[in-house]
């Protein structure tokens, strides 16, 4: 018997406070526990990676397009800030919004062809954008250092208040992590606000039916262009955290197998919730980093990156999903979550006003049988002629 809380009760807040404070303890203490500076930079990039497929969830998952363009918004991030920081010696976190801007517009201008396209021609679309973001940026060598790329002279520095010692080991390392992190935690919170808010329900409702939502009043254009918009935006804020964990771009970092892994990081971690992100960038970094480098360990791929067996396993792992878990691992997640708690909708506040008592209700004037009760009028006159 599942336990029953009412949303909004004092339980319900209870266990919501409880559970941020969980995530925060998570957060706040699990850098200490790894201790090398390998495993603190793996969590910067699944806290980095986390915010690009979260944009890609409020695309996809939320408003029903397509895009495979979401490695160029990365990269334009990522070159953005090293550009920045290594040109013009801006600070790391001043480069975000500038990234933020130009993402923005890049990603309307992509959405303008979704306004007449649809289904297999936008997925061309996008892929070409994907596909033409390298060539630019080896076109563009002066600024973007073409195929040797771009390096920032000096990583991110703590500030002297900072609660962590800088100087041992791990403490640069865990630095860039909190910063990655309270970014992505405002990303998040950015992203609640506007899927709750009425452009997001515009959203759902554009992705269900686009003609009832046409009807019904939606501005389909302005959903879709401003779909495309934050889920550039959200991808730039992505490269822009990459690049405060390792300060470099270059073409080789950017190209079209980020897309389509980005893309089965987020059908394996849920495209219906936003909390799909955060597992779907695990099994992202897990895919690219872990796997790689034990199958570039094996006799059989020596030599190689192991990008070969790492896609046999993606395409494995997405099949498996599929099956077993069709809403990704937040979806089954929360399937196995509804059998342990159940939240319910509040009952309105004197709605047993509105209840119809007993004495209230008309009674019937015919019985079963259709006849007449004794204390139904009986008419005056029949109708039928009298002697006189």
Known sequence: MP?????????HRLLRLALAGGAAVLLLGLPHLLGTVSQVDT????????VAILGLIILMGYCGQISLAHSAFIGLGGYTTVILVADHDWPYLATIPVSIVICLAVGALIGIPALRIRGLYLAAVTLAVAALFPALVIRFEELTGGTSGKFAREAMQAPEWFFVNPYTRVGPSIVRFYVIAAVAVLVFLVARSILRSRIGRSMVALR???LSAA????QVARVKIFAFAISGAFGGVAGSLL???LPQASDTRYTLDLS????VALVAGGSGTMLGAIPGAIIFVTLRTFVSDWAAALPA???SDGGQIVGIISCLLLLAIVFL???GVAGGLQKAGRRLVQFTDPVPAGWRRFQLSASSQPTPSADAGGSQTASSPQPENSGAPTKG
């Open 3 to 11: 336990l029953r809380i009412e949303r909004g009760s004092r339980r």
């Open 43 to 50: 969590l910067s990039q699944i806290a980095a990676y986390s």
């Open 208 to 210: 269900e039916a686009p």
């Open 215 to 218: 009807a019904s009043g939606v």
């Open 243 to 245: 690049a405060i964990q």
């Open 260 to 263: 389509i892994f980005l893309l």
């Open 301 to 303: 791929f020596q030599g």
């Open 325 to 327: 878990m069709p809403t």
